[in-house]
C-alpha cells in the first residue's frame, strides 16, 4: 500500500502562482511514476502532469508552458508548480502514484475566481 498527503492548495487571484506538495509514505519502492490529476465541478478527474522515476515529464495541454511537475526522491515528494493561475484552473487537484496498482491522495482544493 502507497499512502500519499498533498497540500498547498487554497485560493489564488488569476494569475497567481501555487505550488502543491504531494509525499508518498508505505510501499514506495514499487512507485514507477507519480503526478496529479483534478476535477473540476460536474466534470470527470482528468490527467494535469506526470512525472516517472527517470524524470520523464507529461502534461496536459491545458497546462503546458504554465505547470512544471517535479519530484525530490529523497524525499519522496511530487510538487506541482502552477504559475499563470486561471479560473478554469478551478479543482481539487489528486496527487497520483503508479505502482503495482493506482493509489489516490485525498484531494486539495485549489481556487482561482473569476
Known amino acids: 500500500q502507497v499512502h500519499l498527503v498533498e497540500s498547498g492548495g487554497g485560493l489564488v487571484q488569476p494569475g497567481g502562482s501555487l505550488r502543491l506538495s504531494c509525499t508518498a509514505s508505505?510501499?514506495?519502492?514499487?512507485?514507477?511514476?507519480m503526478g496529479w490529476y483534478r476535477q473540476a465541478p460536474g466534470k470527470q478527474r482528468v490527467l494535469v502532469a506526470t512525472?516517472?522515476?527517470?524524470?520523464?515529464?507529461n502534461y496536459a495541454d491545458s497546462v503546458k508552458g504554465r505547470f512544471a511537475i517535479s519530484r525530490d526522491n529523497a524525499k519522496n515528494t511530487v510538487y506541482l508548480q502552477m504559475n499563470s493561475l486561471k479560473p478554469e484552473d478551478t479543482a481539487d487537484y489528486y496527487c497520483?502514484?503508479?505502482?503495482?496498482?493506482?493509489?489516490w491522495g485525498q484531494g486539495t482544493q485549489v481556487t482561482v475566481p473569476s
Open positions: 497520483i502514484a503508479i505502482s503495482h496498482g493506482y493509489y
Open positions: 508505505g510501499s514506495i519502492f514499487g512507485i514507477n511514476a
Open positions: 512525472i516517472t522515476n527517470d524524470g520523464s515529464t
